[in-house]
């Protein structure tokens, strides 16, 4: 089984499983060791009372993707730490895109970068998660 292979079988056996990302309104897009690109299209309830998309819908949907690129090699990974800042608003019909990327992996412990921008490029917010290996794994090899 190839990496991408691993990773897509990985995706598709959280995503059986994740009702909170499709809740939200997200598509999984693409995945690879180490790598994911999670959408959103920004609707009506996703917005707070400035009239612009929430800032928890925002991480949410970066913590989603940083889930899905710290879980493509099939081993069970949780957040052990995230941040987020936010460098503009998402506006209602934005279509936000979280793209995922892998900076180390060390044992147990790895670093992910998310970026969160519209359809248009512009940055919405940064994100950084930290992940820790757990027992188990999503499918069985």
């Avoid at 693409?30 to 009372?49: F, K, P, Q, S």
């Avoid at 940064?126 to 999503?138: E, M, N, P, V, W």
Wanted: hydrophobic share 40%.
């Amino acid at each position: 089984m190839t990496p991408r292979e691993r990773a897509e079988k990985a995706a598709a056996s959280m995503w059986a499983s994740d009702k909170a990302s499709k809740w939200a309104g997200m598509e999984l897009i693409e995945v690879d060791e180490g790598r994911a690109r999670i959408e959103l299209t920004v609707e009506d309830h996703h917005c707070n009372g400035h009239g612009i998309c929430h800032g928890g819908v925002t991480f949410m949907l970066a913590d989603s993707c940083f889930a899905f690129a710290c879980n493509s090699r099939n081993q069970s990974t949780v957040a052990q730490s995230n941040s987020i800042t936010f460098t503009a608003p998402g506006r209602l019909g934005d279509r936000l895109i979280a793209k995922a990327e892998e900076v180390s992996l060390t044992g147990r412990s790895g670093i992910y970068d998310v970026t969160v921008e519209n359809q248009t490029g512009q940055m919405i917010a940064a994100f950084r998660g930290l992940s820790r290996a757990i027992k188990g794994q999503l499918f069985e090899e």
